[in-house]
């Protein structure tokens, strides 16, 4: 897979034993979980065009991923990751033949009916982008919001 908004693998790599293989993937320093808990605890807010512009990124990585028919089973903030240039990358493409490997706040509840249906789909990203959005949403400028929500 190639694209701006997905971590790019560069090779695999195979351990001294037969069954240790390892993927090398694109270094990207930051992981948004936890620069929003850095933003919370330094009480840090980001413009909500700059929430906007990470959930655009966000969004054109999961319409790559279906066009692609890849699913992402754990798509959360601690698997966003962001370079220094601001370009959002989504990683962490392990375990995906397991269904119940999903962060549990993040899990929709289709993946819990997974266990009587083998049925997955692509609405199960759009609550995982909604979560995040949700999430985004604690470290945004409020004042600078309800200024602009104020009728004169």
């Known amino acids: 897979m190639e694209h701006i908004n997905i971590v790019t693998g560069h090779e695999i790599a195979v351990g001294s034993r037969s069954d240790e293989v390892f993927l090398v993937m694109e270094y990207v320093p930051n992981e948004i979980n936890s620069l929003m808990h850095t933003m919370r605890n ?6 909500p065009e700059h ?3 990470l959930m655009v990124q966000l ?3 999961i319409q790559y991923l279906h066009h692609s028919s890849v699913f992402h089973r754990d798509l959360n903030t601690s698997n966003i990751l962001l370079t ?3 370009i959002l990358k989504v990683a962490d493409f392990g375990q995906q033949d397991t269904p119940d ?6 899990r929709a509840p289709e993946l819990l009916l ?13 609550r995982n982008v909604g979560c995040i959005f949700g999430d985004s949403d ?5 004042i600078n919001r309800s200024i602009r929500n104020t009728r004169y």
Not at 114 to 126: F, V
């Open 101 to 106: 490997i999903v962060t549990r706040r993040y």
């Open 51 to 53: 929430v906007k512009c």
């Open 59 to 61: 969004l054109t990585a």
């Open 42 to 47: 330094n009480r840090v807010t980001i413009d």
């Open 138 to 142: 604690k470290i945004t400028n409020k």
């Open 114 to 126: 997974l266990l009587l249906s083998k049925t997955y789909g692509t609405p199960i990203h759009m």
């Open 84 to 86: 220094e240039d601001g």
